[in-house]
């Protein structure tokens, strides 16, 4: 079996370079012979004829120019390639139309910047939900801006997979193919397995792949029916609500929304599925954390919604979070059993939800110094249940260190690398719900559609 992803170059600096919709990279960053989107006028424009337009890209700081090649697309837009003569460093894009310079965007040419196409984000085409790739399944990918064709690797989750065939595509210019098998026996199994293609030092933005060590539906990390991921499969949509509490030092916040989302944007939700599922990782991929807008066109209406706490406290919602500089921070989320109530309206039916928030971590710490630098954490386990993680962050001129623990392990060691600081003020901590293991929740339409509802919270950590 053989499936192909696209991981093409659609970053965006200016209103006509187009990005990714999900996991964007760099939006400023490219390298010689990447294949980038453009869209003159905007996205609502239509505009399949190369010849209309004319790029150029001008080194800055000196008279040198390159001309860009433009090529129609399927999509309405145009594609350009950056040449491969272009040195590194900052570059203008001048875009015009007849005889004026219509739009411009500064951008930075680097040796290699490996991006994703917006069309072919999230699973692959022929690796779905229900279906996903197996051992020995051949996987091609498509990516550009990898710069000069040397030595790519994949990694699929923390597997080095090896390369069987790696070419220039006859097909498009700036398009490079990358082929390779699904290794037998391989310990891997999910609905959204994180894969990214290695240039070196350099790498492409995390896209997601479903893998199963045989031919069965994967186990949805949210609990989604088969039906449910039936309808991911065939590009449409499902009702996903979500309440997020938060308890932070400036005070308490807490939102609820509910929302028909596609299949990149539950994958966005779900997150991806690593094994191991905790650790530490240098300098993580930044990911886009998915916002719920209130005032979207796809956002359903819930009315009289609130939160019911242990003691009884009645907490109506929204519950905005205060300024930083609130004198007196309002402070309502206690551990507990808690209720979430919502009457019904003409689109939703009515909500009621309990669920239990876990006593806030008190943990030990302590510093260990010298050639090897750590924290090691040791706590009490009562009171935290299977998706109940420690978050803890480091950051330092020498990097970002990004470490997740399982609450109820009860003892956890962070290591730094060389470079990083290792004092305790740069180290920042929080109990959350993970993301891959949220509290789930029945949700359901007037017309007896069903969805999936998501509670997630997240408390600071209390050092003893």
């Known amino acids: 079996m053989k499936a192909i992803l696209f991981l093409l170059a659609m970053p965006a600096s200016?209103?006509?370079?187009?990005?990714?919709?999900?996991?964007?990279?760099?939006?400023?960053?490219?390298?010689?012979?990447?294949?980038?989107?453009?869209?003159?006028?905007?996205?609502?424009?239509?505009?399949?004829?190369?010849?209309?337009?004319?790029?150029?890209?001008?080194?800055?700081?000196?008279?040198?120019?390159?001309?860009?090649?433009?090529?129609?697309?399927?999509?309405?837009?145009?594609?350009?390639?950056?040449?491969?003569?272009?040195?590194?460093?900052?570059?203008?894009?001048?875009?015009?139309?007849?005889?004026?310079?219509?739009?411009?965007?500064?951008?930075?040419?680097?040796?290699?910047?490996?991006?994703?196409?917006?069309?072919?984000?999230?699973?692959?085409?022929?690796?779905?939900?229900?279906?996903?790739?197996?051992?020995?399944?051949?996987?091609?990918?498509?990516?550009?801006?990898?710069?000069?064709?040397?030595?790519?690797?994949?990694?699929?989750?923390?597997?080095?997979?090896?390369?069987?065939?790696?070419?220039?595509?006859?097909?498009?210019?700036?398009?490079?193919?990358?082929?390779?098998?699904?290794?037998?026996?391989?310990?891997?199994?999910?609905?959204?397995?994180?894969?990214?293609?290695?240039?070196?030092?350099?790498?492409?933005?995390?896209?997601?792949?479903?893998?199963?060590?045989?031919?069965?539906?994967?186990?949805?990390?949210?609990?989604?029916?088969?039906?449910?991921?039936?309808?991911?499969?065939?590009?449409?949509?499902?009702?996903?609500?979500?309440?997020?509490?938060?308890?932070?030092?400036?005070?308490?916040?807490?939102?609820?929304?509910?929302?028909q989302q596609d299949r990149s944007l539950v994958a966005a939700r779900a997150g991806p599925q690593v094994a191991p599922a905790f650790g530490c990782s240098l300098d993580p991929p930044l990911q886009r954390r998915l916002i719920y807008d209130p005032l979207a066109s796809n956002t359903i209406g819930v009315r009289q919604l609130q939160l019911t706490g242990p003691s009884g406290q009645v907490i109506p919602l929204p519950q905005p979070s205060p300024p930083a500089f609130d004198s007196e921070p309002k402070s309502w989320i206690v551990p507990g059993y808690w209720t979430l109530s919502g009457a019904a309206t003409n689109t939703i039916d009515a909500i009621q939800w309990e669920f239990r928030i876990p006593p806030p971590l008190q943990p030990d710490i302590r510093m260990a110094t010298g050639p090897a630098k750590a924290v090691e954490w040791e706590w009490r386990t009562e009171g935290y249940t299977a998706g109940d993680v420690i978050s803890g962050y480091v950051w330092s001129p020498g990097g970002s260190l990004y470490c997740l623990a399982d609450a109820t392990v009860g003892k956890f060691r962070f290591e730094f690398p060389a470079g990083l600081d290792a004092s305790p003020l740069s180290f920042r901590t929080t109990l959350t719900r993970h993301a891959s293991a949220p509290i789930l929740r029945p949700l359901r339409l007037r017309n007896g559609e069903s969805g999936v509802g998501l509670v997630h919270y997240s408390m600071p950590v209390i050092f003893r």
């Open 14 to 259: 200016a209103q006509f370079l187009q990005t990714s919709s999900f996991y964007p990279g760099s939006s400023q960053t490219f390298a010689p012979g990447s294949r980038m989107r453009l869209s003159p006028g905007g996205q609502n424009s239509c505009h399949p004829s190369p010849q209309e337009y004319r790029l150029t890209a001008y080194l800055l700081g000196s008279n040198t120019a390159f001309p860009v090649p433009l090529f129609p697309d399927q999509q309405c837009y145009l594609d350009a390639v950056i040449p491969m003569e272009i040195p590194p460093g900052p570059v203008e894009l001048v875009l015009t139309g007849g005889r004026e310079p219509i739009e411009s965007a500064t951008v930075h040419i680097v040796p290699s910047a490996i991006t994703i196409d917006a069309d072919y984000v999230g699973l692959l085409k022929e690796s779905k939900l229900l279906q996903p790739a197996t051992p020995g399944s051949v996987i091609v990918l498509r990516t550009t801006g990898a710069g000069v064709l040397p030595s790519l690797a994949v990694r699929l989750g923390d597997v080095d997979v090896p390369v069987t065939d790696l070419s220039r595509s006859p097909e498009m210019e700036g398009v490079d193919e990358i082929e390779f098998v699904i290794p037998p026996g391989v310990q891997l199994a999910g609905c959204y397995i994180p894969l990214r293609v290695l240039n070196g030092d350099a790498a492409s933005p995390i896209v997601m792949l479903s893998v199963m060590p045989e031919n069965k539906p994967c186990v949805h990390p949210l609990g989604l029916t088969n039906e449910q991921m039936q309808v991911l499969d065939r590009g449409g949509n499902i009702l996903i609500g979500s309440l997020s509490m938060v308890s932070g030092t400036s005070g308490d916040s807490a939102a609820m929304a509910v929302q």
